[in-house]
């Protein structure tokens, strides 16, 4: 996945930046003497990470985890996380790393190290059918969206002049909008990409519009580290995935919807 020239450069820039930065190295010491990496993932969120019928976490992230230990040299130690735990293990030196579908937000920033560039990124979108011909958010005026009750992401389709039609949870949402009862689920853009990746139950459906409010998702290392050694290797390993274009092949290979953050960082950074 990674060039020999890549990684030896890199290597050998990082060593000859340790000595100024001991300080921030820990990470890395402490990968290094354990010959493992903990990186904090999710396996509740098909097809970015989730547990196969054999109890195997696999996942498009589960994959860039994977490739992370490779470029260290090390075995990677899986380790499954939620919104509420994350951070709070990453600070107490559970986990090496996070890599759990993880927004950049402003208040993220001060509490952990948001490595830049992010991997991948989601905003709201609206999941339908292909032959209701949704061609821009204005489309939606006058129309019933579906959505989940009290769901922050309903408000952009209201922005546009729809009306919601509330439902409990997704199962019930999903129902509706294979009955017809609805134009489309109006929701996260990665959930959606998701689920449609269950072809054969979503064949003829679509993210039909532009993605609004698009948000990065980055990895988060110890705060203090982000712009150290440990933070800088990441950076650059998330750049070269964008560069070499593996990024986008995770994406089909997963089933997923063209992603436009993807498709421009790859030129941006060819």
């Given at each position: 996945?990674?060039?020999?020239?890549?990684?030896?450069?890199?290597?050998?820039?990082?060593?000859?930046?340790?000595?100024?930065?001991?300080?921030?190295?820990?990470?890395?010491?402490?990968?290094?003497?354990?010959?493992?990496?903990a990186?904090?993932?999710?396996?509740?969120?098909?097809?970015?990470?989730?547990?196969?019928d054999?109890?195997?976490?696999?996942?498009?992230?589960?994959?860039?985890?994977?490739?992370?230990?490779?470029?260290?040299?090390?075995?990677?130690?899986?380790?499954?996380?939620?919104?509420?735990?994350?951070?709070?293990?990453?600070?107490?030196?559970?986990?090496?790393l996070?890599?759990?579908?993880?927004p950049?937000?402003?208040?993220?920033?001060?509490?952990?190290?948001?490595?830049?560039?992010?991997?991948?990124?989601?905003?709201?979108?609206?999941?339908?059918?292909?032959?209701?011909?949704?061609?821009?958010?204005?489309?939606?005026?006058?129309?019933?969206?579906?959505?989940?009750?009290?769901?922050?992401?309903?408000?952009?389709?209201?922005?546009?002049?729809?009306?919601?039609?509330?439902?409990?949870?997704?199962?019930?949402?999903?129902?509706?909008?294979?009955?017809?009862?609805?134009?489309?689920?109006?929701?996260?853009?990665?959930?959606l990409?998701?689920?449609?990746?269950?072809?054969?139950?979503?064949?003829?459906?679509?993210?039909?519009?532009?993605?609004?409010?698009?948000?990065?998702?980055?990895?988060?290392?110890?705060?203090?580290?982000?712009?150290?050694?440990?933070?800088?290797?990441?950076?650059?390993?998330?750049?070269?995935?964008?560069?070499?274009?593996?990024?986008?092949?995770?994406?089909?290979?997963?089933?997923?919807?063209?992603?436009?953050?993807?498709?421009?960082?790859?030129?941006?950074?060819?």
């Open positions: 996945m990674f060039g020999r020239a890549f990684r030896s450069a890199f290597l050998l820039a990082l060593l000859a930046a340790a000595p100024s930065v001991s300080a921030a190295a820990q990470t890395l010491e402490r990968v290094a003497e354990r010959g493992e990496v990186i904090g993932v999710t396996n509740t969120f098909r097809p970015y990470g989730y547990v196969e054999d109890g195997r976490i696999v996942g498009l992230e589960i994959d860039l985890a994977q490739s992370i230990a490779e470029f260290l040299g090390v075995k990677p130690r899986l380790v499954p996380v939620a919104a509420a735990n994350r951070i709070p293990w990453l600070r107490q030196g559970r986990i090496d996070i890599l759990a579908s993880m950049v937000t402003e208040e993220r920033k001060s509490e952990v190290g948001l490595v830049d560039p992010p991997y991948y990124a989601s905003g709201v979108a609206v999941l339908a059918p292909a032959e209701v011909g949704l061609k821009s958010w204005r489309d939606l005026a006058n129309r019933k969206v579906c959505g989940l009750r009290n769901s922050a992401y309903n408000r952009v389709a209201e922005r546009y002049g729809a009306s919601i039609a509330p439902f409990t949870t997704g199962p019930e949402v999903e129902e509706a909008v294979l009955g017809h009862r609805c134009v489309g689920w109006v929701f996260d853009e990665a959930t990409a998701g689920i449609l990746s269950q072809k054969a139950r979503w064949a003829g459906h679509t993210l039909a519009l532009v993605t609004d409010e698009p948000r990065p998702w980055a990895i988060g290392v110890p705060l203090a580290e982000r712009d150290g050694p440990f933070g800088q290797l990441i950076s650059n390993i998330v750049t070269d995935w964008h560069r070499s274009g593996v990024l986008l092949g995770l994406q089909e290979k997963w089933g997923l919807p063209a992603n436009g953050f993807l498709s421009d960082m790859n030129q941006r950074l060819r």
